[in-house]
Every structure is written in C-alpha cells, then in structure tokens.
C-alpha cells in the first residue's frame, strides 16, 4: 500500500520558520519525484517545490525561491520541506505527492498539513 504521511505544519509568527516531512512508503523511492503543493483557502492548488529523486534536481515557485529548500533522505525514503522567512501568504494546507519520474501526472497524495503564518 502506497502511503505519504507529511508532518511538522503548525503555527508560525511571520519571519519564523518550520520543517514540514513527507514520509513515502510502498513505492521504489528512487524511482519517483516528490512534490510539495499547497492550498489556501477560496485559492486553487499552487506547486511550490518538488525534488527528482534519483539525482536530487529541484524546482521551486518564484514566490519561494531562496526562502524553501527541498530535500531528500534516501535511507529513509523521506522528504523535507524547510520554510524560512516564513510569510503570511505561505499559510495554507501543504501536500506531498509523488509521481514516477517519467509520469507528468501525480499519481500519490498525502493527507496534508496546516502550515499558519501569524502577521
């Protein structure tokens, strides 16, 4: 069975920082790119990061570029999300997901966490 657990959301003043994790299991990790999306509410699904898996290649949205890196454990089959410079307009419920790395479709969901960013 396929699973992806994230967690370390929670409740941060603006300027703070938090480390969220997406643990995967029941898929050959390597294989697959991990990525991380978010929703705030009455937004639609934005793409903030993701990581190739295999040579670790990332992408990140302008909006988080230098504030957000991405990485990944293999020995663990987890990913980790770090957020600094953490701004109000990052508050949103923030999903992992993988897809092979050849599918340009995400295939696997997590259940989400809540990442609030207090002004």
């Known amino acids: 069975e396929v699973q992806l657990v994230e967690s370390g959301g929670g409740l941060v003043q603006a300027g703070g920082s938090l480390r969220l994790s997406c643990a995967a299991s029941g898929f050959f990790f390597d294989d697959y790119a991990i990525g991380w999306f978010r929703q705030a509410p009455g937004k639609e699904r934005e793409k903030v990061t993701c990581i190739r898996v295999s040579d670790s290649s990332t992408y990140y949205v302008d909006s988080v570029k230098g504030r957000f890196t991405l990485s990944s454990d293999n020995a663990k089959n987890t990913v980790y999300l770090q957020m600094n410079s953490l701004k109000p307009e990052d508050t949103a419920v923030y999903y992992c997901?993988?897809?092979?790395?050849?599918?340009?479709?995400?295939?696997?969901w997590g259940q989400g966490t809540q990442v609030t960013v207090s002004s």
């Open positions: 997901a993988a897809r092979y790395w050849t599918s340009p479709s995400y295939a696997y």
